[in-house]
């Protein structure tokens, strides 16, 4: 019985990665308007990241996908003769069937747009109840300005985007070690509602190693009243990962590091209860699962 239901899982968090596969039909050399998308399967969950990949001429000037006023850029795989990128869906995006547009620009600077649907489902991602020093989350009128002051840099780090893509391939994750805390669920801190948990906490000892997920530039190194030692890597495209709680730094700010390089090591600074790694991603501003991004390792083979 165990048996069959782990397999099921499986199944279920196979089912749940199938990328998103859209065909491009019609010549690009034909009227723009006999371009024809399908969408397979078309439904992705809140916070998720999916893979989109696009039949189409190598010869293409440019590719990208808009959803909700986002531009995700695509790429060719030689490897699948297609154009592949990665989509975003923030966690808190409306449960609905929504329009997407591919536009593609092709060697005679002509555009050609398609639209197709995307279906993003509800998920329930549960609560999380913590008890933790008033000091922590009661906060006097200045910690309150820096913890403000804080939320508004970053913010503003994640709307930048950087149009070369400097992550390849698929993503590793920075620490093993259990889960300790789920994406997305909502906190009760102290009997009150806070901001929902926009990453996944991963137990680990103090000092272990924590490593880049992929390829990236050091886009932040800084101490943050919630995060404690913070570094912050800018994968190019609008892709941004977060690694908080350190015990120390090894990197500075404009850093170069490549897919697995050591950025600091696990701690438990900021608002913590113990030693481990909060580690988040951002895809041009939308909060997603960091794990959807190591589940979809299987299916992109993006060109070196
Ligand atoms: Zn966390």
């Not at 990453?199 to 050091?218: H, K, M, Q, R, Y």
């Amino acid at each position: 019985m165990k048996f069959i239901s782990i397999l099921f899982r499986y199944f279920l968090k196979f089912l749940i990665f199938i990328p998103v596969l859209l065909i491009l039909t019609g010549k690009f050399a034909s009227p723009k308007n006999h371009i024809r998308v399908e969408s397979l399967p078309g439904v992705v969950k809140q916070g998720e990241v999916c893979l989109i990949s696009v039949l189409g001429p190598a010869s293409l000037k440019s590719i990208y996908v808009e959803f909700q006023g986002l531009r995700f850029p695509l790429a060719f795989s030689e490897q699948n003769g297609s154009y592949e990128g990665l989509i975003g869906i923030d966690m808190n995006t409306q449960p609905s069937t929504y329009e997407m547009k591919i536009v593609a620009t092709d060697e005679g600077s002509d555009i050609h747009l398609s639209n197709l649907s995307l279906k993003v489902e509800k998920v329930d991602f549960g609560i999380q109840k913590l008890s933790l020093p008033s000091s922590m989350v009661d906060l006097d009128r200045k910690t309150l300005e820096r913890v403000n002051k804080e939320e508004r840099r970053l913010k503003s780090l994640f709307r930048a985007f950087r149009e070369e893509r400097l992550w390849r391939g698929a993503f590793v994750r920075p620490v093993e070690g259990e889960l300790s805390g789920a994406f997305g669920f909502s906190r009760i801190i102290n009997g009150q509602r806070r901001s929902p948990h926009t990453g996944v906490d991963l137990l680990a000892e103090e000092g272990t190693p924590v490593l880049a997920c992929n390829s990236g530039i050091v886009a932040l190194v800084e101490l943050l009243f919630f995060s404690g030692k913070s570094v912050i890597l800018d994968h190019g495209w609008g892709l941004y990962s977060m690694y908080f709680h350190l015990s120390e730094v090894l990197v500075k700010e404009g850093d170069r590091v490549g897919k697995g390089a050591i950025l600091g090591r696990v701690g438990s600074t900021g608002r913590s209860t113990g030693p481990h790694l909060h580690w988040g991603i951002r895809m041009s501003g939308a909060r997603v699962d960091p794990f959807s991004l190591l589940n979809i390792r299987a299916h992109h083979n993006f060109r070196e």
